[in-house]
C-alpha cells in the first residue's frame, strides 16, 4: 500500500507561481513513477506531468514550458512547480502513484485557483 497526500494549492494571480507536494508514505519501494493529474470543473481528469524512478520526465503540451515536475526520493516527495499560471490551469491537482505490481494510488487532491 502506498499513501500520497497532496499540499501547496491555493488561489494565485494570472502570471503567478506555486509549488505543489506530495508526500508519499507505505511501499515506496514499489513505485516506478509518479504523475500529477488535474481535473476542471465538468471535465475529466488530464495527466499533466510523469516522473519516472530514473528522472524520465513528460509533460502535457498545455504546461511545457511552465510546468516543472522533480522528486526527492531521500525524503519521499514529488513537487509540481507551475509558473506563468494561467486561469486554464485552474482544477483539483492529484498526485499518482505507479508500482510494479500493477497498482495505482491517488492522493485526495488540492484545489489550485487561478484568478485576479
Known amino acids: 500500500q502506498v499513501q500520497l497526500v497532496e499540499s501547496g494549492g491555493g488561489l494565485v494571480q494570472p502570471g503567478g507561481s506555486l509549488r505543489l507536494s506530495c508526500a508519499a508514505s507505505?511501499?515506496?519501494?514499489?513505485?516506478?513513477?509518479m504523475a500529477w493529474y488535474r481535473q476542471a470543473p465538468g471535465k475529466k481528469r488530464d495527466l499533466v506531468a510523469t516522473?519516472?524512478?530514473?528522472?524520465?520526465?513528460q509533460y502535457a503540451d498545455s504546461v511545457k514550458g511552465r510546468f516543472t515536475i522533480s522528486r526527492d526520493n531521500a525524503k519521499n516527495m514529488v513537487y509540481l512547480e507551475m509558473n506563468s499560471l494561467k486561469p486554464e490551469d485552474t482544477a483539483v491537482y492529484y498526485c499518482q502513484g505507479s508500482t510494479y505490481t500493477g497498482g495505482s494510488y491517488w492522493g485526495q487532491g488540492t484545489q489550485v485557483t487561478v484568478s485576479s
Open positions: 507505505g511501499s515506496i519501494s514499489d513505485i516506478y513513477a
Open positions: 516522473i519516472t524512478n530514473i528522472e524520465t520526465t
